[in-house]
């Protein structure tokens, strides 16, 4: 499990691993409200990468992060793809 401490190498990475096969990706958003951090986790079973912040400013990049996969996973192209895996 890798786990980055900049915003900047974990967005890239998760990019690059959800392009590489969006089919197997999934992402996991947790909060913990009892210490105040919000961890979100990018996956396709081989590999892991873990970011947590506590920082307020850090919510809104990983909010704006999480909508743009939300788009690359709903995009046209990437059900054609899904659809020739079928």
């Known amino acids: 499990m890798a786990q980055y401490q900049t915003w900047e190498e974990f967005s890239r990475a998760a990019e690059k691993l959800y392009l590489a096969d ?15 951090s919000l961890c979100i ?11 947590r912040t506590d920082q307020a400013q850090d919510v809104k990049k990983i909010e704006k992060f999480h909508s743009q996969l939300m ?4 995009a046209k192209e990437s ?3 899904a659809m020739e895996t079928d």
């Open 22 to 36: 969006p089919m197997k990706a999934r992402v996991v958003l947790k909060y913990r409200h009892s210490d105040g």
């Open 79 to 81: 059900r054609s793809v």
């Open 71 to 74: 788009r690359l996973m709903v």
């Open 41 to 51: 986790k990018v996956t396709d079973d081989l590999v892991c990468l873990v970011y």
